[in-house]
């Protein structure tokens, strides 16, 4: 498939900004359990904006995929079969949740209803968008994913390792940023942020190369044989019906060499998981406010790299029809 | 229930492209229209079409067989393009089957293409909607123009009437017939799509001639024909 810049950074702003808000309040959650320090209003009213700034930054890209974008608003109508309407309807959700969860700890509503226990877990409204927005952001997550997952013609998308990969690259790039959002105003949850990354990150890795070996000994469904319907083991196609471009030849083929390929493979593989790692390691040793900022940004441009990767590895069965020009 | 298709003779299709540009020039000032072309006379021109004709070799030499098979929408019974469309502008019309794209809903996302494993549904670069066969819908349901008028351009332009259309839901339809009695096939029955177009394989016309057909064996002259020959003309040759 051709690797389009608008679905790539939507795939990957929206993942980190989901990350982040989960980031934000498995960070609440854990304080008002006092587990770790507590933090004022505008650390998690900041952190809102950031991660609403990377949602809607996500959803800009997207516009630029389509070729009606006026016409957008259209694209909720389906959602009883399409996992692309289901993103269109939940995206927005997610990002009202985010809004609102950041504009009540700005405003400082967060008087307990309910405490439970010896004055743990004090249930505000904070509390309860938090656990929507947990939902709202899973079922987000879940739908980016299946939007690849469902289309069974591309078998490399086609298995759960995607909405996995979705999922877990999602909530580390997130958490790395949190870790990164610590580090910058200094405060003492880098360490508590890093980890949770570290274990993300490392979840990802399990589900991308579990994929990654997944794809390399995939075998696909459809041959030339069952394309044109000739029962031969030798067919080789002499023309394809005209000799310039076509949408065929543009949107389903990535025009890359395999040595290109493999090129990004191994820099994705390196970028969003071995370097972050070591990064946050070394800076929880020598306490650096810079470092984990670092860890975020390579992370974010390996998952670039990654999401790129991605698409130029999915074969279209389309592509048997397009295997020479004259 | 009715299901259009088209039934496409791959043993008589010379490859002749007529189909395509037939189509073309239907469907660029018809209700599909316009079928943008782009930089038609540069050095990349691009387009957009709903039928192409592509060219296969089957075997090696000096066994080979040229196989031109033309391609464009199969108008799935389980069409997996309608499904995900996400604005509902990608539809199958109830009453014929017809699988068509309301290009004033549709936003050009792209992705009821990737959903098709054939290929056969084309972004038009200016319009940026998605476009695809539409059996020359205006054509085959508009009841102004003769009955043996009310079929697709590429059907009616195709000189060696390679291209059936009609009703494959009727079991006596001309198309029925040709996919029952001449083994017509579906394109990568693996994804079980169904497409409602089927294609009728290549088939050898073969003259089968036995020894004893070119041997008059039961010539009753040679029975009491007692001489030896050596090559020259024998009772055999003989016409009667």
Known sequence: ?326 | MTQLALVIDLNVCVGCHACVTSCKQWNASGWAGPMVDENPYGADPTGTFFNRVQTFEVGSYPATETVHFPKSCLHCEEPPCVPVCPTGASYKREDNGVVLVDYDKCIGCKYCSWACPYGVRELDEQQQVMKKCTLCIDRITDQSLPEKERQPACVLACPTNARLFGDVHDPDSEVSVAIRERGGYALMPEWGTKPANHYLPRQKTRMHISEDELQRADNPLTKEDITVYTGEETLDDVTW
Request: proline share 4%; glycine share 10%.
């Open chain 1, 1 to 326: 498939m051709h690797p389009a810049f608008s679905v790539i950074f939507l795939t990957t702003l929206i993942g980190a900004g989901q990350g982040l808000f989960l980031a934000l309040f498995t960070g609440q959650l854990y304080a008002s359990i006092k587990l770790i320090e507590p933090q004022g209003a505008n650390f998690y009213a900041v952190g809102s904006v950031l991660s609403l700034a990377l949602l809607v930054g996500g959803l800009g890209a997207s516009f630029f995929h389509l070729g009606r974008p006026e016409r957008a608003w259209r694209a909720a109508s389906m959602w009883r079969t399409s996992w692309l309407s289901r993103e269109v309807i939940v995206l927005p959700m997610m990002m009202g949740v985010v809004f609102l969860y950041g504009l009540f700890h700005y405003l400082g509503w967060t008087q307990p209803w309910i405490v439970a226990g010896d004055g743990a877990l004090p249930m505000d409204v904070t509390m309860v968008l938090g656990f929507i927005g947990v939902f709202v952001a899973f079922t987000l997550f879940v739908c980016t994913g299946m939007i690849y997952a469902s289309v069974k013609f591309l078998e490399e998308w086609h298995s759960p390792y995607t909405i996995g990969n979705f999922t877990f690259l999602g909530m580390a790039s997130g958490f790395m940023l949190a870790a990164a959002y610590s580090a910058y105003l200094g405060n003492h949850l880098v360490g508590f942020y890093g980890t949770w990354a570290v274990i993300f990150t490392l979840l990802g890795l399990a589900t991308r190369v579990a994929s990654l070996i997944r794809n390399a000994t995939l075998k696909h469904k459809s041959t030339l044989q069952t394309a044109i319907g000739v029962r031969h083991r030798k067919i080789v196609q002499k023309s394809q019906g005209f000799t310039a471009s076509s949408f065929n030849t543009r949107e389903f083929f990535h025009h890359q060499s395999p040595e290109f390929l493999k090129l990004v493979r191994i820099g994705f593989l390196v970028l969003v998981f071995p370097v972050p790692l070591f990064l946050i390691g070394i800076s929880y040793v020598l306490e650096s406010p810079t470092l984990p900022i670092a860890a975020f940004v390579i992370q974010y441009l390996g998952l670039l790299a990654e999401r790129w990767y991605f698409f130029a590895e999915a074969n279209h069965p389309q592509n048997l029809y397009y295997q020479s020009i004259a």
